[in-house]
């Protein structure tokens, strides 16, 4: 059997949005800032998307750039909120200590340019409380950002309550919904955010793509200077299948969302309590209740989590260990790290990332096999000999 349970890294484009990609590729291949038909046939699909876009979101069409994917849609937020924020003598960023790369990297880059950054923590649960982040923000806070919705654990954030704190200060909220678009609704004004960032490969769109959302009046700076396109905001000849693709998926995903997030919570609940049943010496991280529908993210004691990928692959299981990024160093995943996992439990990760398409039979089939292969990398590791003949504590 082969099973993909890496939806959290990416996932297969669904047929639609392939059907859509292929289709502006082959027939709508107009530059859309060209004045001759060809030309603003593709101008008229780009505005349609951005209004298909927006009315999802609950924004208004000239709130939403299309950019190149969540990674881009993150800088560009932040660095323009952060420097408009400067320019007042703000100088503070607040954000949490479970950000997304895109986040947390650019943040360092503003750190060293003279920004104060204050990363909230998340506790065990792995979810920010509304009140450390109100003791945070101040009149002096140029930017607060906070995700959506974890990629590793899954938990899903106070984002609404922390928009109130951030609009009583005057302070614009940054947040990455990477995760939740697709999967949870999400609605700007529901939110209450100012910036927001999207991905279509997260939902089943092309890789490559994503969106912006600025609300009027936010500030917005370019990454990348040229042409005109995106109002001004992001140059480069648009992507007219992919932005085209991305659309499709979102469109799918949205009007699907509440059969398959009933399918998911189902599958999510049977695989979490089966490997708690079969394994011992495991824990769930993340909590139990708030978190994506289809995440499923464990720490088995004893085991070295890129031993335990490799074995699954053996057996047609794809899943992750930490994030696809930190995977390949050694660095234990800092997400895992901050809900107080130690380095060697946090190196014994597995996450299990479902999409709809998947299947009660391949929950089974997960769950016959993941047992399995903990055992047998249990067998050959130093550390699990150890902590049987009672050399170690056990932690779990
Ligand atoms: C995948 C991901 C990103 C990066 O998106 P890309 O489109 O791959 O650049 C950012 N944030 C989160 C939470 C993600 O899961």
Redesign the pocket.
């Known amino acids: 059997m082969f099973v993909y349970a890496d939806h959290?890294a990416?996932t297969r484009m669904l047929p639609i949005a392939v059907q859509a990609y292929t289709k502006t590729a082959d027939l709508i291949f107009g530059n859309p800032s060209s004045l001759h038909t060809v030309g603003q046939r593709a101008q008229e699909l780009l505005t349609s998307c951005r209004e298909e876009v927006a009315a999802i979101l609950g924004a208004s069409p000239r709130e939403i750039y299309f950019t190149?994917?969540?990674?881009?849609s993150?800088n560009q937020a932040l660095l323009s909120a952060a420097y408009a924020g400067a320019k007042k003598g703000k100088k503070k960023i607040v954000s949490t200590a479970i950000e997304?790369h895109?986040?947390l990297h650019t943040l360092k880059k503003l750190e060293k340019e003279g920004f104060e950054i204050v990363l909230l923590p998340v506790g065990e649960s792995g979810i920010v409380s509304a009140d450390d982040a109100r003791r945070a923000i101040d009149r002096d806070t140029a930017l607060v950002s906070v995700?959506l919705?974890?990629?590793e654990i899954g938990t899903i954030q106070p984002v609404r309550e922390i928009a109130e704190i951030c609009k009583a200060c005057g302070v614009p909220l940054h947040t990455?919904a990477?995760?939740a678009v697709g999967h949870i609704p999400v609605n700007v004004n529901e939110l209450g955010c100012d910036y927001l960032?999207l991905?279509?490969?997260?939902f089943g769109g092309p890789?490559?793509t994503?969106v912006l959302y600025a609300r009027t009046g936010a500030p917005l700076s370019p990454l990348i200077e040229g042409g005109a396109q995106e109002r001004n905001k992001r140059a480069g000849t648009e992507d007219l299948p992919s932005i085209a693709g991305m659309v499709a998926a979102l469109k799918a995903s949205v009007a699907d969302m509440d059969a398959s997030c009933a399918h998911l919570r189902k599958l999510q609940r049977k695989l979490i309590e089966g490997i708690e049943a079969r394994i011992s010496h495991c824990s769930l991280n993340g909590d139990r209740a708030n978190r994506l529908p289809g995440n499923v993210s464990f720490c088995f004691e004893g085991v070295e989590g890129e031993a335990l990928l490799l074995y699954l692959d053996d057996e047609g299981i794809c899943a992750s260990s930490g994030s696809a990024c930190t995977s390949g160093s050694l660095d234990p995943s800092h997400v895992l790290l901050a809900i107080g996992r130690v380095h060697d439990v946090a190196h014994g990760s597995l996450r299990l990332t479902l999409g709809a398409e998947n299947t009660e039979e391949e929950v089974d089939y997960l769950l016959e096999k993941i047992p399995y292969v903990v055992q047998k990398v249990r067998s050959f590791s130093p550390v699990w000999r150890d902590l049987q003949e009672g050399k170690r504590k056990f932690i779990l």
């Open positions: 959290a990416t190149s994917g969540g990674s881009e993150d997304h895109a986040v995700m919705a974890n990629n990455d990477v995760q960032a991905s279509a490969h997260k890789k490559g994503g």
